[in-house]
């Protein structure tokens, strides 16, 4: 069963907002709710009106006024409080968001199941006061009811300043993501705001003003005999505006189906064999953790086409490709984002300098004080392709290499650093890069030890390639012993990576090998298949090359030697970097910094292209010369754009925020279940150690808002198919969800054998179990 409290071709929910209080939406949603009534006799549906907060109660029951006007209509109201206030000082006592929220959704799932028998129903939910007015927590009702993303009915100001209030209130509304089909307000011949609303507006909404009710008698019967006359002559004109909402209806869900059938048409999917999809999920929204989809039911029939498209709720557990940070559709990051759109639109970067890019770049080297420099531009290969450009001139010049001489760099077995041309040259071959023509390879890469817990028990696999004395196996007592790299001095396994990397330097002096960079992901190469790195190899790594790089390589400075040493240190945080991991540098893992790092993905919460590369002034000044050929020659035309960096800066304030220790955060109850400040999980220790014992599992690893689940397989790596029954059961399955019948799904991807799901940094511990069910539930049903 699918998530129906969202809308479908037989169930029409409208939101009804207002652009402040006294505007008369309470009558105007008694007009709505009578013209669907009318509506409802020809179609054989119902009609549902949901008043969530009510306060002035009893006094004012704006149920009690839709009830008293309209026949055949449901009503009804959750919260009632007595005193005529804003919702958040009616109570001492105010429900949370969560709660709230859930009982509406339950709500309008009882509406689905009532009208099973008809063909449909109509809903119409009223809010309190206007759009920024808040529900009882403080959050305000344009950002409270977004999660269920329901066509929403604004009712305008018709009175003096009215015409501003409505058109902020619009925007307001579709800043957030709300559809908004019609505005309704009363006639006022005076002032016909209505007139320069539809002319504002024209072509996005329809503006209609219908006859103000007359003025209030004293006499209680007189005066609901008057009202009862005044919406007999209103229904007339709410009939047409609820045939206008039934026609924007249907144009919405045909437009869903169209897409469905014709998106495989017309795109090309990254990463896709398009021969194997078999259908197309159409992402109708998204918000916080979840995104709301439609496809075809093809068990279910409708009156209209003869198929239903099914509303899922899907948890984004693949972060959308590991950018999702703050969640989808953050108001905060949507509001950042539109100031920094009508302040500036893009400005064009060489020479200039604008507010939000500046103070990026001011945050930036706040926490990276071993850095001075920020190029900004617009992805994570990107960023990697300016890192390389950088360092390996750098090396040639401190060298004395000319420029016809070939350079290398030095990664990882299983690296990866993007998608352009030259990034994919600086990863060893791969699924990734074997079909393309142009792919040579440009390096030397190190086979990398790894991190695992298998039967409840962490250790660090060992490739054969590095084994001492044939020990392919070492064993630790907890991850924190693992990750604290400082204290692993008199680790046996640092004599035993030293060798190895020693050799394979002199190795590359042996051939001849010109090696101008190390270029690596710190603690997980996420796109190898989400290999966690022992920190411990990549420390040596780091130190071997800076201590001894030059004399084992053979090289011969031709000036002094500043800034950096050995070769510069390449960290890739595309992936890692901004919190992913729980600190807000995957190089605080190692103890030791980088002399370049290329930061994105999270940098923009999810919102916005942007990547950074950071480095010293040392590599800068490399490139300092009276001649333009000599400067950094690379750049985009949206270079540094101010939307992508005022995003940022929103985004980098949140995560700060969740990191604190010295207070409470959304984040301290995972570091409690792991009980550590440095290294922690979204995913609860309990699930990683049941895991870690199951039968098809290999072996299991987490940290931050990461887990992986290596199956056993005996082809493994990219192309292995072995998890293909798993993510189908977790986007198809429908898991009931926190027993309400409504249902959730996983939208997951795999990476071979490897099975990852990913949260947003501001996922709640209740998600985070609920995904943790559905996987359990997945891989205890696809035993081998």
């Not at 018709?158 to 559809?179: Q, W």
């Not at 989808?328 to 400005?347: E, F, I, S």
């Not at 490139?623 to 754009?641: I, M, P, Q, R």
């Not at 249902?743 to 490897?754: K, M, S, T």
Request: some cysteine; proline content about 6%; overall charge negative.
């Amino acid at each position: 069963m699918p998530a129906p409290f969202h809308p479908t071709r037989a169930f029409q929910a409208y939101q009804i907002f207002a652009a402040n209080t006294d505007v008369g939406k309470t009558i105007l949603a008694t007009g709505l709710c009578r013209a669907a009534a009318l509506l409802a006799k020809q179609k054989n549906r119902d009609v549902f009106y949901l008043k969530p907060v009510q306060t002035g109660y009893p006094v004012d029951s704006d149920e009690r006024h839709v009830k008293t006007y309209s026949t055949g209509v449901n009503t009804e109201t959750l919260y009632k409080y007595p005193d005529p206030v804003s919702p958040h000082i009616a109570t001492d006592k105010p429900p949370k968001d969560e709660i709230l929220l859930s009982e509406t959704k339950q709500r309008l799932l009882n509406y689905v199941n009532q009208s099973k028998s008809k063909d449909g129903a109509y809903s119409f939910i009223e809010t309190a006061g206007g759009i920024h007015s808040p529900v009882m927590s403080g959050t305000p009702q344009a950002d409270f009811y977004r999660p269920l993303r329901l066509p929403s009915v604004l009712i305008g100001d018709s009175k003096l300043g009215g015409i501003s209030t409505t058109l902020s209130t619009y925007e307001s509304l579709a800043l957030r993501g709300y559809d908004i089909p019609s505005i309704l307000l009363f006639h006022n011949e005076r002032y016909r705001n209505h007139e320069m609303l539809s002319t504002q507006l024209e072509g996005k909404t329809l503006v209609s003003a219908v006859p103000a009710p007359p003025l209030p008698l004293e006499d209680p019967v007189k005066e609901i005999e008057s009202m009862r006359k005044y919406y007999d002559r209103l229904d007339e004109h709410m009939e047409p505006i609820m045939k206008h909402l039934d026609q924007v209806h249907e144009a919405r869900f045909e437009r869903l189906a169209y897409m469905e059938e014709k998106a495989k048409d017309i795109l090309w999917w990254p990463f896709t064999q398009h021969q194997n999809v078999k259908q197309t999920t159409v992402v109708d929204s998204a918000y916080e953790d979840y995104f709301v989809t439609y496809n075809t039911n093809k068990d279910t029939k409708d009156s209209n086409n003869g198929k239903e498209l099914e509303p899922k709720e899907m948890f984004d557990s693949c972060a959308s490709w590991w950018t999702q940070g703050l969640g989808h559709a953050n108001p905060k990051l949507t509001m950042a984002a539109a100031k920094a759109a009508g302040r500036y639109g893009h400005v064009m970067f060489p020479e200039t300098a604008n507010e939000p890019a500046m103070s990026l770049a001011e945050r930036i080297l706040e926490n990276d004080k071993w850095a001075s420099r920020v190029f900004i531009s617009d992805n994570g290969s990107t960023a990697i392709e300016v890192a390389l450009k950088m360092a390996l001139r750098a090396t040639a010049i401190r060298y004395g290499w000319s420029d016809s001489t070939p350079i290398d760099v030095l990664g990882l077995e299983g690296g990866y650093h993007g998608d352009t041309i030259g990034a994919m040259d600086a990863c060893s071959p791969n699924v990734f890069n074997k079909n393309v023509q142009w792919y040579k390879p440009k390096g030397h890469w190190l086979q990398a030890p790894s991190i695992h817990i298998s039967k409840g028990k962490v250790h660090v696999r060992v490739p054969e390639s590095i084994q001492q004395n044939g020990v392919s196996q070492y064993g630790y007592d907890s991850l924190d012993a693992v990750y604290a790299t400082d204290n692993r001095g008199d680790d046996p396994l640092a004599d035993v990576y030293k060798k190895y990397v020693r050799s394979q330097l002199q190795g590359l002096r042996d051939q001849g090998r010109h090696i101008g960079a190390l270029l690596m992901e710190p603690v997980i190469m996420g796109s190898g298949g989400m290999i966690f790195v022992d920190p411990l190899f990549q420390r040596v790594l780091v130190d071997t090359v800076r201590s001894e790089g030059a004399d084992l390589l053979g090289y011969k400075p031709q000036e002094q030697p500043k800034g950096w040493e050995g070769m510069p240190i390449i960290f890739d945080e595309i992936f890692a970097g901004m919190y992913r991991l729980g600190r807000r540098s995957a190089s605080d893992f190692l103890g030791v910094k980088p002399d370049i790092v290329g930061y994105a993905k999270t940098l923009t919460g999810g919102l916005v292209p942007l990547a950074l590369t950071v480095t010293k002034e040392s590599l800068f000044d490399i490139f300092l010369s009276d001649k333009k050929e000599n400067c950094l020659l690379h750049g985009h035309s949206y270079t540094a754009h101010p939307v992508g960096c005022a995003v940022a800066g929103e985004t980098i304030d949140t995560l700060e925020s969740l990191a604190r220790v010295d207070k409470p955060t959304a984040w301290t109850s995972y570091r409690e279940n792991w009980n550590s400040n440095e290294t922690w999980s979204m995913w609860n220790p309990q699930t990683i150690n049941r895991l870690s014992h199951m039968e098809n599992v290999s072996s299991v690893m987490s940290l931050g808002s990461i887990l992986a689940v290596e199956l056993k397989d005996e082809q493994g790596g990219y192309n292995s198919m072995i998890s293909k029954n798993i993510i189908h059961k977790m986007r198809h399955g429908d898991f009931d969800y926190q027993g309400t019948g409504a249902n959730i799904n996983l939208f997951a991807r795999p990476l071979g054998n490897v099975i990852y799901l990913m949260t947003s940094q501001t996922t709640t511990p209740e998600r985070v179990r609920k995904c943790e069910e559905i996987l359990f539930d997945c891989l205890e049903n696809n035993q081998a």
